[in-house]
């Protein structure tokens, strides 16, 4: 079963063991088991580039107790990013905090109490990263916005040179599998603009879907989309 990417630059991915369909925060979503659903992308780069680029995505967990990542994993050029948002449970090294940037390059420390969210309301939560800064070996920074609002501005040390496959769902190798509802997954290869962080953010799953939300200036820009509606998971 393919994934299709909807951003029209063919980084389509493919659904493998078997997430199902589920009522999405955007029409509809995909529902990974937390124990070996993924969408796997291959060897497609993307992230053309290390100068900059957003991430966008919803997220709702479907344990409270058990470990339940909401993962994306993109593959660059000559890096490669991770978000995840950790373990929904009242222990482990996680908590309930966001976990992001280049691989062996950590921006943000999972301690700080400002990036951990209460998830065991069964809501959804969108989080968009933005990064806006180097090439490899060099600096740049972060920002991190949650259901719209901004949290926080972190910089990213050198970037590293790991390149494992883009996945959705886990961590390839790594584990970190995603018990969790994952839905309308963007990138988009500039960092966007706090007006378009809003529209993102103010998506609502009845009165509006994705296809109609327009972003300014955005032409060209968006390389990645994953809507993971029944039309574009065939």
Partial sequence: TTATDSSGQGNDGTLQNGPVPAVGKVGQALYFDGIDDYVSFGGSNVLASDAGFTMSVWIKHATTTADSYGTVRLRGVSSEFLFEHGKTGASGTYGRSVYFGFRGNT???????RYHIDTSNGKWNHYIVIYNGGVK??????????NGEDIALGTQGAIG???????????????????????DVRVYNRPLSSKEVAALAGIQAKSQTANTVK???SSGSLVGWWTL??????
Avoid: V
């Avoid at 040179?161 to 839905?183: K, L, V």
């Avoid at 509606?229 to 065939?234: A, H, I, W």
């Fill in 229 to 234: 509606e029944g039309k574009d998971s065939t």
């Fill in 161 to 183: 040179g790991a390149t494992n496959a883009s996945e959705i769902g886990r961590d390839g190798g790594f584990g970190f599998p995603s018990q969790s509802y994952i839905d």
């Fill in 215 to 217: 972003l300014p200036a």
């Fill in 107 to 113: 921006a943000i420390a999972t301690s700080d109490s």
């Fill in 137 to 146: 070996g060099s600096t740049g920074s972060w920002r991190l916005y949650i």
